[in-house]
């Protein structure tokens, strides 16, 4: 019986995009969610901090109901990492407190 796995990686040919992680370069596949990136290419810190208990957060959904994996994007606070796509030369700052929009 020959089994075939449930998901693929993206296509090798893609060219890469550079994101910068808390400062840090970081080069993934085009095509890919920012949750995605941070969880398949880096020991990534905490997303953010609980407002009530101020415990680290992570994705838990990865389609955008829990809001666990929000992060800032860009400058902008409380964007949903699984939601958002990978640019080139996105800005993602995590670890921060819970911040909202
Ligand atoms: S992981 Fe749940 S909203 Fe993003």
Known sequence: MTCSP???PVAPGDTPVLLYVNGTPLHVPARISVAAALLAYIDAPPWHRSA???RPR???CLMGACFECVARIDGEPGRRT???S???GMQVDLGA???TR
């Open 86 to 88: 990978v640019r080139d």
């Open 58 to 60: 992570a994705p838990y």
């Open 52 to 54: 009530v208990s101020h």
């Open 6 to 8: 449930a998901f693929q």
């Open 97 to 99: 407190p819970h911040e």
């Open 82 to 84: 699984c939601l958002t």
